[in-house]
T-cell receptor, first 113, second 113 residues
């Protein structure tokens, strides 16, 4: 079974802090994704990566950056956390083409105070 | 661009009732894929099914069935004899020419005992 793990289930940070969210997949998938999920807005794509050191902006990249130094690991970085970044963050991965199903991690619920 | 509409925000049924979750998609692409995901209260999105635009055959998996109709741009999901464990938010999603999976806003299904 595909397994996607995220470093924390719950995280509380203060405004202005630098925040790292880590995601690891164990299926040698080429593609990895970061979404945020907010009530009434559904899932929105922040960034994605189709290879090591490659990254592409999603629909809402502002205030975020990403890093993919190894194939299995995709990090989401909030350079200076703000209260409007309080959300559920979901990581996903998929193999080969983008048409393949994405497998999701359990999510990180981030609260920025 | 892809667009996915799930008009039903919330549905409540009593156990053993059949329930259909609607999904309408918009696309200009000839080749596209449709998905359904389940998000139980634990938060992790679980992949249920993927369908490509060239395969209009209906699919049945246990109590779950999917009806894909290109003529109405719909990909509806039916749960037969619903159970309390089916309570979750269900997302329909679509991907076409771009690399981005587009999600509907989700339908929250509550199955009462």
């Amino acid at each position: 079974d595909v397994k996607v793990t995220q470093s924390s289930r719950y995280l509380v940070k203060r405004t202005g802090e630098k925040v790292f969210l880590e995601c690891v997949q164990d299926m040698d998938h080429e593609n990895m994704f970061w979404y945020r999920q907010d009530p009434g807005l559904g899932l929105r794509l922040i960034y994605f990566s189709y290879d090591v050191k490659m990254k592409e902006k999603g629909d809402i990249p502002e205030g975020y950056s990403v890093s993919r130094e190894k194939k299995e690991r995709f990090s989401l970085i909030l350079e200076s956390a703000s209260t409007n970044q309080t959300s559920m963050y979901l990581c996903a991965s998929s193999g080969q083409t983008f048409y393949n199903e994405q497998f999701f991690g359990p999510g990180t619920r981030l609260t920025v105070l | 661009a892809q667009k996915v509409t799930q008009a039903q925000t919330e549905i409540s049924v009593v156990e053993k009732e059949d329930v259909t979750l609607d999904c309408v998609y918009e696309t200009r692409d000839t080749t596209y894929y449709l998905f359904w995901y389940k998000q139980p209260p634990s938060g992790e999105l679980v992949f249920l099914i993927r369908r490509n635009s060239f395969d209009e055959q209906n699919e049945i998996s246990g109590r779950y069935s999917w009806n894909f109709q290109k003529s109405t741009s719909s990909f509806n999901f039916t749960i037969t004899a619903s159970q309390v464990v089916d309570s979750a938010v269900y997302f329909c999603a679509s991907i076409g020419g771009s690399e981005k999976l587009v999600f509907g806003k989700g339908t929250k299904l509550t199955v009462n005992p």
